[in-house]
């Protein structure tokens, strides 16, 4: 029985001519993790039938199922990476010179206030 834990291992002839591409190495990927999780979905089921009979191999479907509903299809997120040739300009000390099209717009940076410390509406001990 296969162990629906294991690593991913890659065939030896995959490994040996190179012929397997990205994307369909990708798709043997996620059949190979659909397969594991088919094993784990029924290992559940009969966990659930062992401790609580047919009762309990139907609640530990229905949960499947539910959490299934409950969490939706898998996204696929892919890693979002910027590169920028200087770092960030800051604003706030700075002020913004933007030209958009042929319109230039410039706003000066906002005055530094002093900070708030303490509650002004707390009696000043004596």
Not at 31 to 60: F, P, W
């Amino acid at each position: 029985m296969n162990d629906p834990f294991a690593e991913p291992v890659p065939d030896e002839a995959d490994e040996a001519d190179g012929s397997v591409d990205g994307a369909s190495a990708y798709d043997e990927m996620v059949a190979l993790h659909e397969e594991q999780l088919a094993v784990a979905r029924v290992s559940a089921i009969a966990a659930g039938r062992r401790k609580g009979g047919v009762a309990g191999a139907a609640m530990a479907g229905a949960m499947m199922a539910v959490a299934e509903i409950y969490e939706g299809p898998p996204k696929e997120d892919a890693p979002v990476t910027v590169e920028a040739s200087s770092d960030p300009t800051d604003i706030d000390r700075d002020g913004v010179d933007v030209t958009v099209g042929e319109v230039d717009v410039s706003s000066p940076p906002l005055a530094r206030l002093d900070p708030v410390v303490g509650d002004q509406r707390k009696r000043p001990q004596i």
